[in-house]
């Protein structure tokens, strides 16, 4: 059946046309006879010839609703009746405002002609509204504003679409990123009250496109005030909130105010669908705080409640071991399944080792001189220990030079303190009494700045005719890895002696390091006798590896040549290996 509907040009009314896009009227009948008030099912359906109708000439256009027969004049009719006398009988509209329910209205007694102008612009209205013209139905309202000025339905109608219009318009300014005119559209409507409803999340969205989460979190909290029917305004409005929440906490970690930042994530830390994030701010702030025990500890009861999360398992031995708990971080790292050993050793920098920072190191090298010297040697085992806030370096060597023979034995203790200081102090001695410093004594201290770490020390060394201090300090530049570059003075005020070292590191991480000591100044030993540290042209160079073969075994070695003016030359070589644990 073909469905038609009688349409105007509001501004052109000259123009008479019959529509049928998405029409919901079904034309009937049309005659010029208006003593027609009944539709019978003789009555043939066809359509009016345009030409007829655009012509303006006073035909009826019959509309079926129901039993009832509605008739509307055509435009002509319409524009030429000027009377502002607002009807009181009304026939029944097809459609309420497009959504195709039937409203009646009272009907009593009015003039023909303004009642049919009225219920034409009303039905015109309707059918802008339906095809949602938003726009072409308030303009119609409004013309029939102007004939009609004391109809406070129409004066309704105006506000509640012209609501409906600006609506719209927030939302297009918000799906075209225009945030500023969305905020500034949807505030003034949010405040006046039109349909607050959809209005706010409007607004709420806006906020959150530009990162406002506090102020989204409010609408969400006054709209699931207002409309409590609706559980997913509070759901949005806990998420939003405990989002805001847990971003105030990062922004106090990243100021270093690990107190506030471990106050706000507790709470979502202890339950609900927020506890991982929490969680992870909370050992963060363990972390800041020094406590690295108990972000592991964090770190550990997260990984029970989010076993498929590699990075939380890493997390934890990476706090363990620096907590020095290595055999607990050990643990854990073996019991991570074998799938996601790779990840988890990734993260640990490719390489367990850094779990085992003890060891057990055996050194053995020789060494020939010029002059007829005969052949040096050294043979000596050396442990280091650490501690949670030190370690400790012991060693014990037996030397042979010029034909004489020497024990060393010898210790240093490095420790921590605040503000990027760090200090060691150590003690030699040799019972022998010959080439070797009878004893000595030594204290230094480090300080990190940035890529910058500067250091100094005072040792002391007594030999059988003389005591000799030396001076050094020095500075070390990590560039980015692996290079560093260290330089280094040394200064013995009894002689007057001083030397100047340079020596770069090429460190690869924990499984390789290259080094090397270059040194020239006016300092030298005479090691054909027990005179100590003389003043004499001097140079050194040492070059150096350590290759880490897997968690526990790593070896070295270092080849060197010394020359010392008027005493001698010398040149030799050291190995080590180390088993770590």
């Known amino acids: 059946m073909v469905r038609w509907i009688f349409y105007q040009n509001q501004l052109d009314k000259s123009v008479l046309f019959l529509y049928n896009e998405g029409a919901i009227y079904e034309l009937h009948y049309a005659v010029s006879d208006p003593t027609m008030k009944q539709s019978t099912k003789e ?63 009272s009907m009593g007694k009015s003039d023909a002609s303004g009642r049919v102008n009225y219920d034409s612009g009303i039905l015109l209205a309707r059918n802008y509204l339906a095809t949602h013209r938003i726009a072409d139905a308030i303009n119609v309202y409004r013309m029939l504003q102007k004939k009609y000025p004391n109809d406070m339905e129409l004066h309704r109608l105006i506000v509640h679409y012209q609501g409906v219009l600006e609506i719209e318009n927030a939302e297009s300014a918000l799906s075209g990123k225009r945030y500023d005119l969305a905020i500034k559209l949807s505030r003034e409507l949010y405040r006046e009250g039109i349909d607050r409803y959809r209005v706010g999340l409007i607004l709420a969205k806006v906020y959150l496109a530009k990162g406002q989460v506090g102020r989204a979190a409010e609408i969400y909290k006054h709209l699931a005030r207002r409309y409590p029917m609706d559980p997913d305004l509070a759901r949005q409005y806990t998420h939003l909130n405990a989002d805001m929440t847990l971003t105030e906490a990062q922004a106090d970690l990243r100021k270093g105010n690990w107190q506030d930042a471990m106050a706000r994530s507790i709470p979502l ?14 050992a963060r702030s363990y972390v800041a705080a020094g406590s690295r025990e108990q972000a592991a500890v964090v770190y550990m009861a997260l990984e029970k409640d989010y076993p498929d999360n590699v990075s939380l398992r890493a997390a934890a031995i990476w706090n363990l071991l620096y907590a020095y708990h290595n055999d607990s971080a050990l643990r854990a790292y073996n019991a991570v399944p074998e799938n996601d050993k790779p990840t988890v050793l990734h993260a640990l920098g490719g390489s367990i080792a850094p779990l085992y920072t003890n060891y057990v190191m055996l050194f053995g090298g020789m060494a020939t001189s010029t002059r007829g010297y005969p052949n040096d040697n050294r043979v000596g085992i050396a442990v280091n220990k650490s501690f949670k806030d030190g370690a400790l370096y012991l060693s014990a060597s037996k030397e042979a030079r010029f034909g004489e023979h020497a024990t060393e034995i010898s210790g240093v203790y490095y420790f921590g303190l605040r503000d990027g200081y760090s200090g060691y102090v150590g003690a030699s001695f040799s019972p022998e009494n010959n080439f070797l410093a009878h004893y000595g004594v030594v204290l230094g201290l480090t300080k990190s700045i940035g890529s910058v770490e500067i250091y100094g020390s005072v040792r002391q060394l007594a030999f059988s005719n003389i005591d000799a201090t030396v001076l050094s300090g020095g500075a070390r530049y990590y560039f980015r890895n692996p290079l560093s570059i260290g330089f280094t003075t040394f200064y013995v005020p009894q002689t007057d002696a001083y030397s100047i070292m340079l020596s770069p590191i090429w460190n690869t991480g924990e499984d390789n390091k290259i080094y090397m000591n270059l040194s020239a100044g006016m300092a030298g030993e005479d090691l054909g006798s027990n005179r100590g540290i003389l003043k004499t042209p001097s140079a050194t160079i040492v070059l150096g590896d350590s290759i880490r073969l897997d968690a526990h075994i790593s070896v070295g070695g270092e080849v060197f040549h010394e020359y010392r003016k008027a005493l001698y030359n010398r040149s030799g070589g050291l190995a080590f290996v180390r088993y770590w644990w």
């Open 43 to 105: 009555n043939k359906r066809y359509a009016v010839p345009r030409s007829r109708i655009s012509g303006g000439q006073p035909g009826w256009i019959i509309f079926a609703v129901g039993a009832f027969l509605c008739p509307v004049y055509p435009v002509a009719a319409l524009a030429q009746n000027t009377s502002t006398h607002v009807p009181t009988s009304r026939v029944k509209a097809p459609i309420d405002h497009g959504n195709g329910v039937g409203s009646g209205r």
């Open 269 to 282: 830390y202890e339950h609900g669908p927020y506890r991982l994030r929490a969680g992870e701010i909370f």
